[in-house]
């Protein structure tokens, strides 16, 4: 099936050729046609999975239908979890929109930037708002943008806006909306409490499910190497020039150790930044665009660049520290082998991590040989663990976890 198959008109499709999109994935030949068709939607989509275009485009279409004269008002609101996934969604609406005969005006709204900038530049009129919500909240309190004449409302990664204690602040949002408006809401996975924001959101709406573990393992090469701990960083190196690879995302514990390894990198001659929260937002967009250009080859990250980032050519995926979630795994292989292209995911493996990478394939569905790699081989005696001491990461709740779920409970109490 091609794109003009799915009702896409000549100028979109043209974006589409001008971006080397040729063919839909399965959930957009799904869930457009059903957008086209002015349903509500909820789907259930991985990482990888094309779910941003799945929605882009058929809205794309139904805006220029109806659009009216004069000064643009605000017809289509999404809301994402993360500043860089609001940056690069508005930065779609944008690249598949430049053929159209009119062409929207977008704009991204988030935090860490002046709101005073962000204020002026609604008021000149936009056509397609997409914000994270805190940020959103905040102008929607002083009482200076007019929601009401909003057509679709679409929440993307839903479920990680409740990691993020979302529900209150949805509450205050969907006070401004109209009531008549096509709700699309994106998730990758649709826990209870993802079935109430559902429900304060659309009443009928379709249900899509698609599985990102298919998504991600077709064309991705997973590979577990055992190593010690103190020989992680040497055997990175090692891999970067008998591997090849051209790009390549790292998976950090935390900042500091994102920042530190960066640095030592650097002192190696290698190409290499990092990225986290910690850094100013004007900071993580030069870094992600240095990335996209090639100028950084290996990018050392929290998980903030495990959802959402759709940068083409990542030859590689490392896990030098393991997610503490399975689901986190999927979510972090995930940025390499985009748009039907190959790709590579490693997972770095000590004494320490095994039974932790075990519940991960389980979890996901896979069951990988375990590499050793001449002069890097894991040495030593897998400690015995006592009774009653730290149980395997991703089997409880963390401290953080715990306490998101408690505010949001009082916050729907």
């Known amino acids: 099936m091609s ?27 799904e869930v457009i046609p059903l957008v086209l068709a002015k349903h509500d939607i909820i789907v259930r989509a991985e990482t990888g999975s094309g779910k941003s275009a799945s929605f882009i485009l058929p809205i794309l279409e139904l805006w220029l239908k109806q659009v009216g004269e004069g000064k643009a008002k605000i017809k289509v609101l999404v809301l994402t979890p993360t500043r860089e996934l609001t940056i690069q969604i508005a930065d779609a609406f944008s690249t598949f929109g430049v053929f159209l005969d009119r062409k929207p005006k977008v704009l991204s709204i988030i935090g860490g930037e002046s709101i005073g900038n962000q204020l002026y530049d609604i008021q000149q009129g936009c056509d397609i708002l997409v914000a994270t919500s805190g940020r959103l909240l905040d102008i929607v309190t002083k009482k200076q943008m007019n929601l009401s004449h909003l057509d679709f409302f679409v929440l993307d990664e839903a479920d990680r806006m409740l990691d993020l204690g979302f529900s209150e602040e949805l509450d205050l949002i969907l006070k401004e909306l109209p009531l008549k408006r096509q709700n699309l809401l994106f998730s990758a996975t649709y826990p209870p409490k993802m079935q109430l924001i559902a429900s304060k959101i659309t009443k009928d709406p379709l249900h899509i499910s698609s599985s990102g573990k298919e998504v991600a393992v077709q064309s991705i090469l997973q ?58 937002q004007e900071e993580r967009i030069f870094t992600l665009e240095r990335f996209r250009a090639k100028k950084i080859n290996i990018l050392f990250a929290t998980d903030i660049a495990a959802r959402g980032l759709d940068i083409d050519g990542i030859s590689c995926v490392v896990n030098f ?50 590499e050793q790699i001449a002069g890097f081989e894991l040495s030593g005696e ?32």
């Open 3 to 29: 794109f003009s198959q799915l009702g896409l008109s000549s100028p979109v499709q043209k974006a589409l050729k001008h971006r080397g999109f040729t063919q839909p994935t399965p959930i957009q030949k």
């Open 223 to 280: 590979r577990a190497i055992l190593v010690n701990r103190e020989n992680r960083g040497p055997l990175l190196r090692y891999l970067l020039g008998s591997e090849k690879w051209e790009q390549a995302l790292v998976f950090m514990a935390n900042r500091r150790s994102a920042d530190n390894i960066a640095q030592k990198f650097k002192k190696y001659g290698f190409l290499a930044d990092s990225l986290h929260g910690d850094l100013l």
């Open 321 to 370: 520290d393991l997610p503490r979630s399975p689901l986190d795994y999927i979510h972090r292989i995930g940025r390499t082998g985009r748009a039907g292209r190959d790709g590579v995911a490693v997972s770095f493996i000590g004494h320490e991590d095994k039974e932790h990478f075990s519940l991960i394939e389980k979890r996901s569905g896979v069951k990988l040989e375990r």
């Open 382 to 413: 897998t400690p015995i663990k006592e009774q009653g001491k730290e149980p395997i990461k991703g089997k409880g709740k963390s401290k953080k976890d715990k306490a998101r779920e408690l505010a949001a409970k009082a916050s729907v109490n």
